[in-house]
Structure formats: structure tokens, C-alpha cells
């Protein structure tokens, strides 16, 4: 029989057997494909799976998703299709029924693709990613792979510290991926069709890109800590970054949902980076430089993008859309142009000392959002040490222009555990936001008032790689919960609903942010314990993750609370975001003195480094 005959029996097999489950499954609509501005192609060279190790919902809220979606569709000769981690019952089903882990475009299996793409948002999918290898009838170690089997690749901030996962990829890509995917897709197509069945010699090609790192090239020592390549590949391996930020099409076909997803809206990315230099804040750090979208170029992708998808919301993404340079003006335009329509426009992660009076009536013109603000910290003294740059007047007037402008949802965002954090810090969280509440009874009617509700949202501070703190402890899980319920008993207000982060799922994710190779042995351990959905309450064990880690000599907790010196080497040091490690230490040393960096878009060059590189630097809209 030929191949293709073949595969096309194949394929149609499965197909009938996937009409026959999806009644018995939670939201079919996860697994049918076929929604508004997909895109399928016949006769691709080469095909790429992206996969978002989560749900449907979860996936489809990914902007970097929809950018890779569209930026390799644009070319004929690629083709990218979408798979999500299906749900347990949906996992039961394929299972039974031995059908294999299929993209939604084509009902093609992963396993027949040419590059398995996954993206890493966060440390708690990474059982996920085995789970879903596994469905698609791919060995989980790149060293049981040969060239039969799709290049397995990861992208994603999680690239950042890529080892805990090494084990498992072909390759990763660090950085900014519009460039770097289309020149991955024409190695391989290359490759491919210059009778590539060597394997080493694509990841050879692979591995002269900039940017990719090959972990099979890069030997570990007995820490599981990588040295530099016994032949091919850089040291270190330098973050991609998008120079001309402006020059690559924002995407305005966003592939459009049947069913409702977590940011069921347009989404359009109206700068990359932040010069704030939170020092918790490993975004702000990773994707530096700050780079900025022209006004003119939003405002027609926001409308292509209102036309092929029929949303009512708009969304101006970034780290904190108010610090882009001409928001004000931006809004305003946008208002007039979207008020007819009824279409709502939101700002999500908004710093207190940017949202003017003025952008409030703007926004209050059309529809009404909740409004989202991060002090991050309840005392000065904190705010002062992780340089938030926001003081309590701030938030107050802030919050008390929104109420004023017809807000009654407010959202404060706010960590426990922070370095030199002390218990009268974590009470100062409680403290403010009563005083929010108290402040909008002093100026709003009593009907104002009773329609008025906070959410005080708290995480446990997790120390990432490539920021300030990343050589920082993490508390335990006894300081975790002491702190937690001593907030639940200062919030107990009929008009504040607290909510906070697991302990466990905190210092699981804590464990695997800043590890090394070594775990890749736990996180395998992890999923045959059956580990899967780790973000996910009802299916998170603590229990499992202990299990693993005592199952290869270590211990959970300690992974977590480790302490690095400065002089230390690090599990990902040889992966460079383009930052200074002086500057890193520098910025360590001035949180223990409270002292204040500031933002090198209103002062002097901080000296973090960045923009040494040639072709690299502050990209403002209005330049």
C-alpha cells in the first residue's frame, strides 16, 4: 500500500473514532477544530504543531500563540496547527479508543508533523508536555528519538532556565521567535529535502542559528549544570531579540473560538518590555529592550482585527500598557473610533501612577471593564525594596479617580514572601486595602458605595532566574500559610474577597523554576506518579511531587529554599538575556538598602546592559 494511501486510511480511522467520543467528553468543542480563520494547508513542505500544554481555553488566550499562528501561515511552503493538552476525560477516551494525540487544523497525528513547537509559559505544565508526548506515541527523551519522529522544540519565557526540561526537547529557542521560527522551518526544510535522515546533522544545522540551543551538545557536571559544547552550538547562548519591532505585522486573523476561553477578546500588542525594573519581575527583565508599536499601526490592526473576528472587547496588551508613550492620545483615538460599535477597551496590568483622570473618562465612554492594579507590596519599606516605584497616595488616588468615573470592581494584586519581608509587611497589605475601601466611603454615595468590591488577589513570591532576586530563598511552606491566614483574618469584609495562591503548588513551582538537569529525573518520576495539571486545584498533589524528588534523592523543600551566593554558579548561565549579571548584583545589593533604581525612560541609562548590543535600544512610538 502506499504511504500516503496509507496514512490517509489512517487518518480517516481516526477521525470516525473521534465523532464517536466526543459526546461522552466535557466541551467537544476542545478537540473539533474548524473555527473562523483557522487555516489548513495540503501541501506544506514542512508542518509544525504548536502546542500550549494546557486547555483549549487556556492555549487559546496565548497572544505569542496567535503571533507564531499567523507569522508562519503567512508563508506558503509552512504550516502551523494547533494542539492543545486535552482533559483528563478527553485523555481517557484517546487512550481507549488508541487514537494519538492530533492537531485541530487537519486531524493530523503530532507524530506525522515535522516539528512538535511548545511553548513554555509556565514551570507547572511541564507534566503536561510528558503526558502529551506520550499521547502522540513520541519517546519523552531526545535520546530515544531518531530522525522518524518530529524535532521536538521549545519556546516561551520558560526557555530562560530551560535545564529541569533539557532532557526532554531537541532543541530550544531563546528569545523572540518571529524571525527565529521561519529560519528554524527552512533548516529543516532543507534538510528535509536534501534526504535529511541523519538527525545530528539537523541539529548540527540547528545549532549554528543564533539563539537555539541544543541541550544533547552541552555536557552536564555531577550538579547537572551545563558547560559549554564539545563541538557545535555557542557559550552562552544569547537571547534572540526583535530589533525592528515596528517591521513585523501584528496579527489581525486571530483564529476565533467556539467556545468561551480565559481572554475571549482582541488582543493587540501595543509595546514589548518594560524599563521599570521591578525586581521580582522576570518579564521585565527578559524582555528588554522596550520597543514600541506606532500609533497608526495599532489603530489598523485593531480594526482588521475587529472585522475578521467580530469581538466586542479590545485589549492593549504589554507589561503595563500605561507606560506606553502616547496612551492618552491612543485611547482617546480609539474611543471615537470604537464607541459606536459598543466595543469595550481595557488596559490590562496598569501601574497606579499612570491611569489619569483623563484615560478614566476615556475609557468610561464605551463600556466599563474591571480594572486591574499591582502595588505588589502593602508597606513603602517593600515597595522601596522590590523598586516598584509607587507610593500609597498613588493608589489612592487612582482608585479614588476610577469610582468616581463609574468603576465599582477593583483588583489589587499583591506577594508574601518578598526578601526582608516581615510580618508587619505582610499585615500592611490588609492594612491598604482598607484604607481603599475607607477612602471610596468618604467620597462616593451610599449607593456608590454598596455597588463597590475589592479582590485582593496574593501569590507567594517565587524567586526566577535572570532577575535580582534569583539568588534569593524562598520562605517555607509553614511561613507560607502563616502569613496566608494572617490575611484571611485581616480581610474579612463583606465588600473584600481575598484570594490567594496554594502553598504547595507555590514551592512545587519555586523547586522547578531555578533547577537543574537533575530534575528532569523528578519530573519524569512526577508524571508515571501520575502528576499532570499542576495549575489546576482538583488535580495538583503535593503528595506526587514529594514522592518524585525522594525518589531520586532530594527533597522537595529544600530544592525550593536554596540560597545561591553571587559567586555561584548557576543552573542557566550559560543562557544570556543580554543583561549585565553586575547590574543583577547591583540591583540585589540596592534592595537591601531600600534604595531606588530608576526608570531609564525618564533618567539616565540604569547601565543594565541591553543596550550594548548592536541594533538594540529603546524603540518609543513617537520616534
Known amino acids: 500500500m502506499p504511504a500516503d494511501l496509507g496514512k490517509a486510511i489512517f487518518l480517516m480511522k481516526n477521525i470516525n473514532n473521534l465523532n464517536n467520543i466526543l459526546m461522552d467528553v466535557q466541551k467537544p468543542g476542545r478537540y473539533i477544530g474548524g473555527e473562523w480563520n483557522s487555516v489548513i494547508k495540503a501541501d506544506a513542505d514542512i508542518y509544525i504543531a504548536l502546542a500550549y500544554p494546557d486547555t483549549y481555553e487556556v492555549g487559546m488566550s496565548n497572544l505569542a500563540l496567535q503571533i507564531l499562528y499567523e507569522t508562519i501561515n503567512r508563508h506558503s511552503k509552512f504550516a502551523a496547527e494547533r494542539v492543545f493538552a486535552p482533559w483528563p476525560d478527553m485523555e481517557s477516551k484517546l487512550r481507549e479508543f488508541d487514537i494519538p494525540l492530533f492537531t485541530l487544523e487537519s486531524k493530523r497525528p503530532v507524530k506525522e508533523c515535522d516539528i512538535f513547537g511548545i511553548t513554555l509559559q509556565h514551570e507547572l505544565t511541564y507534566t503536561n508536555i510528558l503526558n502529551m508526548l506520550d499521547l502522540a506515541g513520541i519517546p519523552l527523551l531526545s535520546s530515544q528519538r531518531d530522525s522518524s519522529y518530529p524535532l521536538v522544540v521549545g519556546g516561551g519565557p520558560g526557555v530562560l532556565n530551560p535545564e529541569p526540561i533539557a532532557d526532554f526537547f531537541d532543541i530550544f529557542v531563546i528569545g523572540d521567535a518571529e524571525e527565529l521560527v521561519l529560519e528554524l522551518l527552512e533548516t529543516q526544510r532543507a534538510w528535509k529535502y536534501a534526504d535529511g535522515n541523519d538527525k545530528n ?72 518590555g518594560c524599563t521599570r525594573g521591578c525586581r521580582f519581575c522576570q518579564a521585565g527583565i527578559i524582555y528588554r529592550p522596550f520597543r514600541e508599536r506606532a500609533p497608526n499601526e495599532i489603530m489598523a490592526a485593531i480594526k482588521d482585527n475587529l472585522d475578521s473576528t467580530g469581538h466586542n472587547e479590545v485589549s492593549l496588551s504589554s507589561l503595563s500598557s500605561t507606560d506606553y508613550s502616547r496612551i492618552s492620545s491612543l485611547v482617546k483615538d480609539l474611543t471615537v473610533e470604537l464607541r459606536d460599535e459598543r466595543v469595550a477597551l481595557s488596559l490590562p496590568s496598569m501601574r497606579t501612577d499612570c491611569f489619569s483622570v483623563d484615560i478614566a473618562s476615556e475609557l468610561r465612554k464605551i463600556k466599563k471593564t474591571g480594572l486591574t492594579f499591582a502595588p ?59 484604607k481603599v475601601l475607607s477612602m471610596a466611603r468618604e467620597n462616593l454615595s451610599k449607593s456608590e458605595y454598596q455597588r463597590l468590591s475589592i479582590t485582593v488577589s496574593v501569590s507567594t513570591f517565587v524567586p526566577k532566574p535572570h532577575t535580582p532576586f534569583q539568588w534569593e530563598t524562598m520562605i517555607s511552606l509553614k511561613e507560607i500559610r502563616a502569613r496566608q491566614n494572617l490575611l484571611k483574618e485581616k480581610l474579612r ?101 531600600e534604595d531606588e533604581t530608576m526608570n531609564c525612560r525618564n533618567s539616565e541609562c540604569s547601565q543594565c546592559g541591553v543596550c550594548k548590543f548592536k541594533g538594540i535600544g529603546l524603540e518609543k512610538a513617537d520616534i
Not at 541544543?214 to 537571547?239: E, M, R, W
Not at 513585523?248 to 514589548?272: L, N, S
Not at 498533589?541 to 559567586?567: C, D, I, M, P
Request: hydrophobic content about 40%; charged content about 30%; glycine content about 4%.
Open 376 to 434: 505588589e507590596a502593602g508597606s513603602e519599606r517593600m515597595r522601596q525594596v522590590i523598586n516598584k516605584g509607587v507610593d500609597e497616595d498613588d493608589l489612592m488616588k487612582t482608585a479614588l479617580t476610577a469610582f468616581k468615573q463609574g468603576w465599582s470592581r477593583l483588583k489589587l494584586y499583591f506577594m508574601i514572601g518578598l526578601p526582608t519581608e516581615t510580618m508587619t509587611d505582610v499585615g500592611a497589605i490588609a492594612e491598604l486595602s482598607h
Open 493 to 593: 469584609h463583606r465588600r473584600i474577597k481575598f484570594k490567594w495562591h496554594q502553598a504547595e503548588v507555590s514551592l512545587v513551582e519555586g523547586a522547578l523554576a531555578r533547577g537543574d538537569r537533575r530534575l528532569a529525573d523528578v519530573i519524569l518520576s512526577a508524571w508515571r506518579l501520575g502528576a499532570k495539571f499542576d495549575s489546576w486545584d482538583e488535580y495538583f498533589s503535593w503528595e506526587k511531587w514529594q514522592l518524585a524528588f525522594k525518589e531520586n534523592g532530594l527533597v522537595l523543600e529544600e530544592y525550593a529554599a536554596r540560597k545561591f551566593s553571587v559567586t555561584d554558579k548557576l543552573p542557566w548561565d550559560h543562557i544570556d538575556c543580554l543583561i549585565d549579571k553586575d547590574w543583577l548584583i547591583s540591583e540585589l545589593e540596592k534592595s537591601h538598602d
Open 201 to 272: 546533522e539537523l541539529l548540527k544545522a540547528l545549532a549554528k542559528l543564533d539563539s537555539v540551543y541544543v541541550p544533547s551538545f552541552y555536557p552536564t557536571d555531577k550538579q547537572g549544570y551545563s558547560s559549554a559544547p564539545l563541538n557545535d552550538g555557542s557559550y552562552p547562548v544569547k537571547k534572540r531579540t526583535l530589533t525592528q519591532f515596528n517591521s513585523v505585522p501584528i496579527p489581525t486573523r486571530p483564529v476565533v473560538p467556539f467556545i468561551e476561553v480565559i481572554h475571549d477578546r482582541c488582543m493587540v500588542e501595543i509595546m514589548r
